[in-house]
């Protein structure tokens, strides 16, 4: 009979181990995730930022060697990502390309311009810069014409500035949620050990002395969790990276380093704290109110 509940009491104890373990990793995961999402959101911003190309269109009579001073001074320029000299023939083709047919034989002749295309920094792509920059290339007395969206670079930044907003605010309540989610369980947990704790008190155990080993069973508890979590996100970042190469998630490891030493840390904080909080709960409470 004895034996049977000393069984009974061992797979409710692992039951709630589990549970405790379980609750961190999927909580520290999907907390990881958005982390991942976090860090990584200028990057991506960034990376929509300099796909957007301004024109520059050359005057039909524009010497080789002016087309040549323009391109060092746009490679010496700091708002300057990329450029790239583009003939009216090449235009020509790609052109024809994209419509399906040849309009220079259905015309007669190529009314396009030779031009270069110059892709900016991320950090100058907002509709003051870009004005700015298109206003000095337009000086240039060989410059016929300097067109960019002016659209598309508004609605970048401003869908830039919002996501980034709305991102802020979701991590912030999912933070919350995740740190009342792990106190939750540990709570549960502890709940089913408070005669334990009661008692241990009753005898004259100090309260440190009766905490010491619930925080530290419940920290381990923590690291085995985060430990999981870090695994699942480490398949996401690996199977995203794999199949996504443009978001390049492995260029910057020192992202992923400080991703993965937060939730490691935050698993072992949250569990410290509630762990910490819980058990003096029912250290201060009465006996009587230990049915309650």
Do not use: C
């Not at 520290?28 to 929509?48: E, Q």
């Not at 994209?98 to 950090?123: R, T, W």
């Amino acid at each position: 009979m004895a034996n049977s509940f000393e069984k009974y009491q061992r797979r409710k104890l692992i039951s709630s181990y589990f549970s405790v373990v379980l609750s961190i990793a999927l909580v520290l995961f999907l907390l990881g995730i958005l982390g991942l999402l976090v860090l990584n959101t200028k990057k991506m911003a960034d990376r929509s930022k300099e796909q957007i190309t301004i024109s520059v269109f050359l005057k039909e009579n524009t010497k080789e060697i002016e087309v040549e001073q323009l391109q060092k001074t746009l490679a010496m320029s700091e708002y300057t990502k990329s450029s790239t000299y583009v003939s009216k023939e090449e235009a020509a083709k790609q052109h024809s390309e994209e419509i399906g047919e040849d309009f220079v034989d259905y015309l007669g002749y190529n009314p396009l311009k030779n031009s270069i295309d110059v892709k900016l920094n991320a950090d100058f792509v907002t509709a003051e810069k870009v004005e700015e920059i298109a206003a000095t290339l337009s000086e240039k007395s060989f410059v016929d014409e300097v067109s960019y969206d002016r659209v598309l670079v508004s609605m970048v930044a401003k869908s830039v500035e919002q996501i980034g907003f709305w991102i802020l605010v979701a991590s912030t309540i999912f933070t919350f949620i995740a740190v009342l989610l792990i106190n939750s369980s540990i709570r549960l947990s502890i709940y089913s050990k408070r005669f334990i704790i009661k008692t241990m008190q009753m005898v004259g155990a100090t309260k440190t002395f009766i905490r010491k080993p619930f925080i530290w069973q419940n920290i381990k508890l923590g690291m085995i969790g985060a430990t999981i979590a870090l695994l699942a996100i480490g398949g996401v970042v690996y199977y995203v990276n794999t199949n996504f190469e443009d978001l390049g998630l492995l260029e910057e490891p020192y992202i992923l380093i400080t991703l993965f030493v937060g939730v490691f840390l935050l698993g072992i904080l949250i569990s410290f704290i509630s762990t910490y909080f819980a058990t003096q709960r029912f250290l201060n409470l009465r006996t009587d109110e230990l049915y309650y």
